[in-house]
């Protein structure tokens, strides 16, 4: 038994308009896929496809389908554009970000060493958690700490390969 669709989708353009905007979307950002994508669903509702069945085709949930059904019903393409909000602002400027990753690559900080020195710095205070992540994203990586012997000569390796011309000392 097919069930009788509660909410008829409106038709504020025609099919080969969705199909030309489809077209048009050609390097797909995040932003570009979640339109496309919403093209689909409603191209698909144009073509007579049922909510349900649209939303199974599309991998949404129901009621996600019916939402932007409901948007494009009101708004028609203004409807597509994802409104993201962009999210908290972040607590360190880019300049003091930058302070901070020369500091931690200038001292070699441990990530308790670089919470402190944040701290410290800009009173803010981060999970280890955090500041890892930031560093992983800048490029840093954990190494493990060894000591410099400062009694190296600079030219260590090339001094001490086995066919050096050094002389044998007792």
Not at 31 to 45: A, E, G, T, W
Not at 101 to 121: K, L, P
Request: glycine share 6%; charged share 30%.
């Amino acid at each position: 038994m097919v069930a009788v669709e509660q909410i008829e989708i409106s038709r504020k353009v025609g099919i080969d308009d969705i199909d030309k905007r489809m077209k048009e979307i050609d390097n797909l950002t995040k932003k570009q896929q979640k339109i496309l994508q919403k093209l689909r669903f409603v191209r698909l509702r144009y073509l007579g496809y049922s909510v349900v069945e649209a939303c199974n085709i599309e991998g949404i949930s129901i009621q996600t389908g019916y939402n932007w059904q409901e948007q494009w019903n009101d708004s028609g393409f203004d409807s597509l554009e994802p409104r993201y909000a962009g999210g908290r602002p972040a607590s360190l400027s880019e300049e003091q970000k930058e302070r901070f990753f020369s500091a931690v690559a200038r001292d070699q900080m441990t990530t308790s060493q670089a919470g402190y020195f944040i701290e410290s710095n800009y009173g803010i205070r981060f999970t280890p958690k955090h500041i890892r992540e930031m560093l992983r994203k800048k490029g840093f990586r954990h190494a493990k700490p060894y000591d410099v012997d400062y009694r190296r000569p600079a030219d260590a390796e090339a001094t001490f390969k086995k066919e050096s011309e050094q002389p044998w000392i007792l």
